[in-house]
């Protein structure tokens, strides 16, 4: 009986390279771009620095390809494809904002987690982020616009308030998931989902209505 063939040499160099990338995507998540050094990745992979480099060429690229940011992704990568506004009533997008936001803070994948750690010192997650932000925007405005048909005459003044709208309750989001997820505030952190969501409800269906 011939023995099983041990993996290929390819198949080696694959291995390696996601064993890698998963140390990598933990350091960076972690501690950011900045503090994240070849070494360090290396060490936690069980590899030499030099083999890091080899395969990846610089700490720029090792950090591309470890959150896998690009601009035609970058929304999935931050958001998540569950975050994309529902169409419906207040009632609906409400329900959606805040069901996605206890999906946020209840755990980010160690990709999203390396690209908002790294967002304000690193200008390629910046880039990633403000695209994400940006596509969330975008959908949530015209759902909340399609909501108000028939409400104003002005169309262009009432598209205008929606994507205002539409960024505030994006930035709260984002502003509650940073402070639960990588600052740790203690308030939200003892809080549960439920008590986050029942206290941010008025103010997201305030900004999806167009309440004044």
Known sequence: MTAAAGPTRAERRRNTEQRILAAARELFAERGFERTTIRAVASAAQVDPALVMQYFGSKQELFSQAVRI????????V??????PRTGGPEALTDSLLA??????????EASLAMLRSMLTHPEAAEAA???LDH??????AAISAGHQGEHQDGHHRAEDARLHAALAVATMVGVTIGHQLLGIDDLRRASPEEIAAALRPALHALVTGAE
Do not use: H, Y
Not at 79 to 84: P, Y
């Open 79 to 84: 958001a998540g494809a569950e975050d994309r």
């Open 100 to 109: 996605s936001l206890g999906m946020k803070i209840g755990g980010l994948p």
């Open 136 to 141: 969330q925007i975008t959908e949530l405005a």
């Open 70 to 77: 690009s601009v035609a992704g970058a929304e999935d990568r």
């Open 130 to 132: 403000r695209t994400a």
